[in-house]
């Protein structure tokens, strides 16, 4: 099955300094990275996703980076803000056209992101 | 967007009863539910994937027994927890995603519920 591996555990930025979280996958028919936001106590929230046929995606502050080749992507998050401390959570699946029970999302292990004023 | 109900949100209960949880989908069709447990300051571990008429699909390691999960609706999946102990607390989460054909990828996750078992 796929194994997702995730670092850091734990990242302390100042406010307005740039966050880069990074996943490794294992499985090569994963094609869908989804990255959630996990605040304490609260359900995960998309906040964005990457498919594996673009190896970039971008959505204001938050960027997504995909490399196929090595199995691994990342987050970034621009101009951090005290308000984006939480755990983030990468994950990884494969997509089909089928009805099944084959199409688990696996998380990576989390990394709790403390921005400092 | 799409919304996934999830209730109750925070249960207490006595060591050796069961409790349910109920995981709905308000405005989609889901044919495929998955439950997850999640511990404090841990990532989510899939328990279960569960489908619309069918047979829960369990992971390894979960007691199926003890972990009944039901899926009669397409909007609705309920996971019980029979006779349960204190290990059994934890916070457990369901996600849905859109139904018959096609995959959109996205999975909306409830609110999760906080079972504390004394």
């Known amino acids: 099955g796929e194994n997702v591996e995730q670092h850091p555990s734990t990242l302390s930025v100042q406010e307005g300094d740039s966050a880069v979280i990074k996943c490794t996958y294992s499985?090569?028919?994963?094609?869908?990275f989804p990255w959630y936001k996990q605040e304490l106590g609260k359900r995960p929230q998309l906040i964005i996703d990457i498919r594996s046929n673009v190896g970039e995606k971008k959505d204001q502050r938050i960027a997504v980076t995909l490399n196929k080749t090595a199995k691994h992507f990342s987050l970034h998050i621009t101009e951090t803000q005290p308000e984006d401390s939480a755990v983030y959570f990468c994950?990884?699946?494969?997509?089909?056209?089928?009805?099944?029970?084959?199409?688990?999302?696996?998380f990576g292990k989390g990394t709790l992101l403390t921005v400092n004023p | 967007g799409a919304v996934v109900s999830q209730h109750p949100s925070r249960v207490i209960c006595k060591s050796g009863t069961s409790v349910k949880i109920e995981c709905r989908s308000l405005d989609f069709q889901a044919t495929t539910m998955f439950w997850y447990r999640q511990f404090p300051k841990q990532s989510l571990m899939l328990m279960a994937t569960s489908n619309e008429g069918s047979k829960a699909t369990y992971e390894q390691g979960v007691e199926k027994d003890k972990f009944l999960i039901n899926h009669a609706s397409l909007t609705l999946s309920t996971l019980t927890v029979t006779s349960a102990h204190p290990e059994d607390s934890s916070f457990y989460i369901c996600?849905?995603?859109?139904?018959?054909?096609?995959?959109?990828?996205?999975?909306?996750f409830g609110e999760g519920s906080r079972l504390t078992v004394l």
């Open positions: 994950a990884a699946r494969a997509l089909g056209l089928l009805v099944g029970s084959n199409y688990k999302l696996t």
């Open positions: 499985d090569s028919a994963s094609n869908y």
């Open positions: 996600s849905a995603r859109f139904g018959l054909a096609g995959d959109t990828g996205e999975l909306f």
